[in-house]
């Protein structure tokens, strides 16, 4: 696809375009259970760090998402993959909630006009709704990972989340849905983020409208 091989202005109006375009579901929850995630779409930098992934010696500008590894230290999903979020604070939209958590978590400061628009919510195995809100981070995006909440920040190039072996589905034991998770390099990530990860890529990248709510996730992720 040639739109997702440089970050240029017109990759940022195609998702927005698309984003626009995409009519949200959007699911009842009470303000205890209500969180939301940034999916931030910047350039590859210095490379993701991860097995089968390169390391670029020189800043690549090819588009890529960010993600983290939470830390160990977390009484929940500890050391799982996820987008930096967060529960909304009282009071708080999903919008501010999530530019709130990529500052705390990944000290990266970004406006509201820099929001293109959000993905259906999605109801986590732990109790959780999930609103995610895709950000255009821009080229150069420097981070920094507070350690009490990320262990690492990963640039993950949206060209992976389009490999021919993506998703990844497994049935589970007592669900009538399969488990998704999204291969990275030899690694994998699994719903829910895994979840979030395949609607990006459907919407904003291929320009389906490709619900993911009824995707199962792997058990540890329940908890």
């Not at 998770?181 to 490709?210: H, K, S």
Request: charged share 25%; proline share 8%.
């Amino acid at each position: 696809m040639e739109e997702i091989q440089s970050l240029t202005p017109s990759l940022k109006m195609l998702i927005r375009s698309r984003l626009d375009a995409f009519p949200v579901q959007i699911a009842e929850v009470d303000d205890a259970h209500h969180a939301a995630v940034a999916i931030t779409v910047t350039d590859t930098g210095f490379g993701a760090d991860l097995p089968g992934l390169p390391v670029h010696e020189e800043w690549n500008s090819t588009p890529a998402l960010i993600l983290t590894r939470r830390s160990e230290q977390l009484r929940k999903h500890a050391g799982q993959w996820a987008f930096p979020g967060g529960r909304l604070d009282p009071g708080e939209t999903p919008i501010e909630t999530a530019l709130r958590e990529m500052h705390e978590e990944v000290n990266v400061d970004l406006a509201a006009d820099q929001v293109l628009g959000r993905l259906d919510d999605f109801v986590t195995r732990s109790g959780f709704v999930m609103s995610p809100i895709v950000v255009w981070g821009g080229a150069e995006l420097l981070t920094e990972p507070n350690p009490d909440e990320v262990a690492s920040v990963h640039r993950i190039p949206l060209h992976e989340f389009l490999r021919e072996d993506s998703p990844m589905l497994s049935e589970m034991a007592g669900s009538e849905h399969p488990v998704l998770r999204m291969p990275v390099g030899t690694d994998w990530i699994a719903a829910p983020t895994a979840a979030l990860i395949y609607q990006f890529r459907e919407v904003c990248l291929l320009g389906n409208e490709t619900r993911v709510a009824h995707y199962e996730q792997p058990s540890f992720a329940w908890r």
